[in-house]
């Protein structure tokens, strides 16, 4: 999960118009891309899209060669309040890109078989294209001409996440919000119950399935997971989406859109001027998971 709040400088070198970048999608539909530290170690990363800076497993740090003078910190999670490490003056590299002087923060978890994350606020001034189509991370220094299709959806920034408006409906109940944009959870729809418990939700839907999830440093949610009938997103309607409740102390209401409905989106940020483009993808049609938390 992000570690809400955490953010860090970096300074990219010059970029071409557009820079590709492949990535692998983990079982979690986590976005999965190469990088290295410091020109030595060499990493599987995850982008994330509601985190800032860099952050890598503690596993993942003790088998660095680089990653040194390592400080102590406090940090806010989903969970709560966690104690962290990060290290300064870093170098980070994804394929033709790099930043430098950058603070590295310590987690305790990352996707599935990544060893950390990596967060938007590295494109700061650009474009960020994904096209899960043909699993290409694409960095653009102006906006692409884009083919027919794509929504424009108002995008916002809160706290170090990204947000976007989405509209769940039950029946003649219908509830309209601003959702976290999340490509780091890999369910679908994660809610506060506290708001599903309002709209009756709980009550009135199916369950599907329960488990439980994890954040960055191990703190434990009880999730249970209903079916909804109807959601709408970036203009489009989508039936049956596994709707999920995390039950956890907190201010902060949860309300979540993960990579396992983003992913049934080809997406482009435009962050300068607060605004996502979305197209249905070659994923649109295809069941949703049910037993996913």
């Known amino acids: 999960m992000a570690m809400i709040g955490l953010a860090c400088m970096a300074s990219a070198n010059a970029q071409s118009p557009s820079d590709t970048i492949p990535f692998t999608l983990n079982s979690q539909s986590n976005i999965c891309i190469r990088a290295s530290i410091n020109g030595v170690d060499s990493l599987?990363?995850?982008?994330?899209?509601?985190?800032?800076?860099?952050?890598?497993?503690s596993e993942a740090a003790a088998k660095m060669a680089t990653l040194k003078d390592r400080q102590n910190m406090e940090v806010n999670t989903w969970g709560g309040k966690a104690t962290s490490q990060y290290s300064e003056n870093n170098q980070l590299t994804i394929s033709k890109l790099r930043w430098d002087s950058l603070t590295v923060f310590l987690d305790e978890y990352s996707g599935v078989g990544t060893d950390g994350k990596f967060g938007y606020d590295l494109f700061d001034g650009k474009i960020v294209e994904i096209d899960y189509d043909h699993s290409r991370f694409i960095v653009h220094s102006e906006m692409p001409r884009l083919p027919s299709g794509y929504a424009e959806v108002s995008l916002m920034e809160r706290r170090g996440s990204l947000f976007i408006p989405g509209t769940l409906k039950l029946g003649k109940t219908v509830y309209r919000d601003s959702f976290m944009f999340h490509t780091g959870y890999g369910g679908t729809v994660l809610l506060d119950p506290k708001i599903g418990e309002r709209y009756g939700m709980q009550a009135r839907l199916k369950t599907i399935s329960t488990s439980e999830l994890k954040d960055?440093?191990?703190?434990?949610?009880?999730?249970?997971?209903?079916?909804?009938?109807?959601?709408?997103?970036?203009?489009?309607?989508?039936?049956n989406v596994p709707l999920s409740f995390a039950a956890r102390s907190s201010d902060i209401p949860m309300k979540v859109f993960g990579n396992g409905l983003l992913k049934r989106f080809n997406v482009v940020f435009d962050l300068q001027r607060q605004r996502l483009f979305m197209k249905p993808n070659g994923a649109w049609g295809l069941p949703f998971e049910k037993k996913r938390g």
């Open 44 to 57: 599987l990363l995850m982008f994330h899209s509601s985190n800032s800076g860099v952050a890598l497993t």
């Open 216 to 239: 960055s440093f191990g703190n434990v949610f009880k999730i249970e997971t209903k079916e909804l009938p109807r959601l709408r997103l970036g203009g489009k309607r989508l039936k």
